[in-house]
């Protein structure tokens, strides 16, 4: 069974940055994708940044620039360092893992941006 562990939320000002860190355990193949998807008040989920097991990154537009997606292969860590920090960050942060038959998630952190 696999299991992913994010921290890192909390509150900001605007402008600021934080780091969201995901810990996958479990069996997990080497062939997989993680990254970070967000849920914001009144919104649907939607994509924040990917990185897979090669280290190819895709972000959204509305990020670039602003995050960077990191992860350790060894130690099953994806990391979401979140600078320039604006109010429509303001989401749940939810961690992703996909594999080739199946998809995991976290069980969400809070990012509280004020302006």
């Known amino acids: 069974q696999v299991q992913l562990v994010e921290s890192g939320g909390g509150l900001v000002q605007a402008g600021g940055s934080l780091r969201l860190s995901c810990a996958a355990s479990?069996?997990?193949?080497?062939?997989?994708?993680m990254g970070w998807y967000r849920q914001g008040p009144g919104k649907q989920r939607e994509l924040v940044a990917t990185?897979?097991?090669?280290?190819?990154?895709n972000y959204a537009d509305s990020v670039k620039g602003r995050f960077t997606i990191s992860r350790d292969n060894a130690k099953n860590v994806v990391d979401l360092q979140m600078s320039s920090l604006k109010a429509e960050d303001t989401a749940v942060y939810y961690c992703?893992?996909?594999?080739?038959?199946?998809?995991?998630w976290g069980q969400g952190t809070q990012v509280t941006v004020s302006s």
């Open positions: 990185i897979t097991s090669d280290g190819i990154t």
């Open positions: 479990g069996t997990i193949f080497s062939d997989n994708r």
């Open positions: 992703n893992l996909s594999l080739r038959f199946s998809t995991y």
